[in-house]
Antibody
Framework: EVQLLESGGGLVQPGGSLKLSCAAS????????MSWVRQAPGKGLEWVSV????????FYTDSVKGRFTISRDNSKNTVYLQMNSLRADDTAVYYC??????????????WGQGTLVTVSS | DIQLTQSPSFLSASVGDRVTITCRAS??????LAWYQQKPGKAPKLLIY???TLQSGVPSRFSGSGSGTEFTLTISSLQPEDFATYYC?????????FGGGTKVEIK
C-alpha cells in the first residue's frame, strides 16, 4: 500500500525558513517523480514543484523560484521542500504527491494527508 | 503558463442527476489532463487521467472526455458521496497548473 506522510509544518515568522519532509512507502521510490502541491485556506490547489526520480531534474512555479528548493534522499525514501524567505501568501496546507504513468500520460496518483504551514508574525 | 478555466465554479444538483464539468485550457495539453475530487479536510483523489482513463477503484459513473483545449468530467448519476470539489490539472507543460475548482453541492 502506497503511503505518503508529510511532516515539518508549523508557524513561522515572515522571512523565516521551514523544511518539509515527506516519507514514502509501498512503492519503489527512486522510480517515480514526486511533487509538492499547496492549498491556501479556502482556496484551490496550486502546484509548487517536482523532482525526478533520480533527483537530477527539478521545476518550480514562478512564485517560489529562488526561495524554495525540492530535494530527495532515495536511501531514505523521503522528499523534502526547503522553504526560505517565507511570506504570508505561502500560508497553506502542503501536500506531497507521487507521479504515476500510464496510457501515454502522467498524473498524481497518490497524495499525503498534508501539513499546514502558517506564516505570520 | 497554461491557464485552466473550469465551469461552472459552483453547481447545485440532486442525487441521481447527471453532472458535467468543463475545463478549458489556454493552449493544448495533449493527453496530459487529469481530474481530482477533494472533500473538505482531505487530500485530493485521482479520478481520471489521460483525459478519459478511469483510475483503478473509481466508480464507473465518472467519465472524462475531450482533447486539445476542451475537456469534460461527467458524473452520470450523482451519489451522496460525490458532493465535493473537483479540479482539472494539466501535466503537459511546466509550470503545471490546476483549474480553479468546481464545488458540487446538494440542491
Amino acid at each position: 500500500e502506497v503511503q505518503l506522510l508529510e511532516s515539518g509544518g508549523g508557524l513561522v515568522q515572515p522571512g523565516g525558513s521551514l523544511k518539509l519532509s515527506c516519507a514514502a512507502s509501498g512503492f519503489t521510490f527512486s522510480t517515480y517523480a514526486m511533487s509538492w502541491v499547496r492549498q491556501a485556506p479556502g482556496k484551490g490547489l496550486e502546484w509548487v514543484s517536482v523532482i525526478s526520480g533520480r533527483g537530477d531534474t527539478t521545476f518550480y512555479t514562478d512564485s517560489v523560484k529562488g526561495r524554495f528548493t525540492i530535494s530527495r534522499d532515495n536511501s531514505k525514501n523521503t522528499v523534502y521542500l526547503q522553504m526560505n524567505s517565507l511570506r504570508a501568501d505561502d500560508t497553506a496546507v502542503y501536500y506531497c504527491a507521487k507521479w504515476g504513468y500510464g496510457s501515454g500520460s502522467r498524473y498524481l496518483d497518490y497524495w499525503g494527508q498534508g501539513t499546514l504551514v502558517t506564516v505570520s508574525s | 503558463d497554461i491557464q485552466l478555466t473550469q465551469s461552472p465554479s459552483f453547481l447545485s444538483a440532486s442525487v441521481g442527476d447527471r453532472v458535467t464539468i468543463t475545463c478549458r485550457a489556454s493552449q493544448g495539453t495533449s493527453s496530459y489532463l487529469a481530474w481530482y475530487q477533494q472533500k473538505p479536510g482531505k487530500a485530493p483523489k485521482l479520478l481520471i487521467y489521460s483525459a478519459s482513463t478511469l483510475q483503478s477503484g473509481v466508480p464507473s459513473r465518472f467519465s472524462g472526455s475531450g482533447s486539445g483545449t476542451e475537456f469534460t468530467l461527467t458524473i452520470s448519476s450523482l451519489q451522496p458521496e460525490d458532493f465535493a470539489t473537483y479540479y482539472c490539472h494539466q501535466l503537459s507543460t511546466y509550470p503545471l497548473t490546476f483549474g480553479g475548482g468546481t464545488k458540487v453541492e446538494i440542491k
